[in-house]
């Protein structure tokens, strides 16, 4: 038999048990026992890693070097710069908790299975990043944009002779856009996008670029794959639906109209215990989990049902408030003896929710699952 490489062999630093989903580009999944092991924050050890293109040399936890690292700010602005990355250390810094999360995230609970990496639960973490907002830096610099200015598209570093990799956000996500050069408090890991990332809190994995290297302010989307047809899901135009259905199983003509990106997270709740066919001590059960959204608005309930979903108990937050990161909660819950399964599902303060059937998302890429989960489990 042909052995395959380890996580530890492909990114030094990442622990063994992570699951190779891709060699190259390196996509590498957090096992799902290994993520509830780490409910408040995931430690870059087991973070999970999506490349869409590698960046030679950058395969390490380890932090890369400041030194020499150049980032272009372009586009519709009235006086263009380029800064030294070095220069962030000496502007006031921020920090910010978030879920990071690849909209392909629960993609192999789609039926039939859309093509693309096949995820499990593990494509996601929460992690603290400090650097710089953009808006800080455009300030020091005395810069202002042009009321053209619409959307914010970030380019990652070519070398090595890197393919291009490009995203483009609303100017909207200025607002908390971070420059990040730590995180977790240690060093930005290379392979997480150090020495300086975009991130923007509340919008998918995609979005948040890593080496970055030109900031263009732009009137439109770039025209780049990863925005086009990539990354997106089937919408009627200026309408309030969050999708529009698809046939499970069928193909679809993505445009820059009749689709959206991936870009704010939608509401999402995990279940972190009891796991999939444990055996827990009863008859009081202890179950518990994460929810988030994107941060708009608070998260303000995760119901629980044992039922199948005809009736379902609170459960209790243990914060409140708008956050861009997970919030945990727990419930107890009475069962007797035997076989049984929990659901879970989180609401937000604008009345936002998950699908009972998150199959209603299929899309053919596989983006955005968002189905509550169920745990089947049995009570001793
Ligand atoms: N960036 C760059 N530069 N490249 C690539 O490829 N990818 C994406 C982001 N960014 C990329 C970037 C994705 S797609 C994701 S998820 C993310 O990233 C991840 O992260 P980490 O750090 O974990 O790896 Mo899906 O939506």
Redesign the pocket.
């Known amino acids: 038999a042909q052995q395959t490489p380890t996580a530890d062999q492909l990114v030094k630093g990442k622990n063994p048990k992570l699951i190779v989903l891709s060699q190259r580009?390196v996509v590498l999944e957090t096992p799902y026992d290994l993520l509830v092991s780490q409910p408040e924050r995931t430690s870059k050890e087991i973070?999970?890693?999506?490349?869409?293109?590698d960046?030679p040399g950058y395969n390490t936890v380890e932090g890369a070097s400041l030194d020499g690292w150049k980032v272009e700010v372009t586009g519709l602005v009235d006086k263009p710069f380029t800064f030294e990355a070095k220069e962030l250390l000496a502007l006031p810094q921020s920090e910010v908790t978030m879920v990071?999360?690849?909209?392909?995230n629960g993609r192999t609970l789609y039926n039939p299975r859309p093509s693309g990496n096949p995820w499990k639960r593990g494509?996601m973490?929460n992690v603290t990043f400090r650097g710089v907002k953009l808006k800080t830096l455009l300030e020091s610099k005395g810069v202002k944009l042009s009321e053209k200015a619409l959307y914010i598209t970030a380019h990652?570093?070519r070398q090595g002779g890197a393919p291009e990799?490009v995203?483009s956000v609303p100017i909207h996500a200025l607002e908390n856009a971070l420059l990040a050069l730590s995180m977790n408090g240690e060093p930005l890991p290379a392979?997480?996008?150090g020495p300086v990332r975009l991130v923007f809190p509340g919008y998918?994995?995609?979005?948040?670029?890593?080496?970055v290297e030109k900031i263009e302010f732009a009137e439109a989307e770039n025209t780049t794959a990863e925005q086009m047809p990539r990354?997106r899901v089937p919408v009627i135009p200026n309408t309030h639906l969050p999708f529009l259905p698809q046939e499970p199983g069928s193909r679809y003509p993505y445009s820059f109209t009749n689709s959206r990106p991936?870009w704010l997270v939608n509401v999402n709740s995990f279940i972190f215990a009891p796991l999939e066919g444990q055996t827990v001590e009863g008859p009081y059960v202890r179950v518990e989990g994460v929810a988030f959204n994107d941060g708009i608005v608070p998260i303000v309930s995760v119901e629980v049902s044992t039922n199948g979903g005809r009736t379902w108990q609170k459960a209790e937050l243990a914060t409140q408030g708008k956050t861009f990161s997970w919030v945990r909660w727990r419930a107890t819950l009475y069962l007797r003896p035997g076989s049984h399964e929990v659901m879970a599902r989180a609401w937000d303060a604008a009345g936002r929710s998950q699908p009972l059937d998150g199959n209603l998302a299929w899309n053919e890429r596989g983006y955005e699952w968002n189905g509550v989960m169920g745990v089947k489990f049995t009570v001793a």
């Open positions: 580009p973070l999970f890693i999506r490349n869409n293109v960046l990071l999360q690849c909209s392909g494509g973490g990652a570093s990799f995203r392979v997480h996008g998918f994995g995609v979005n948040n670029v890593k080496w990354y991936n």
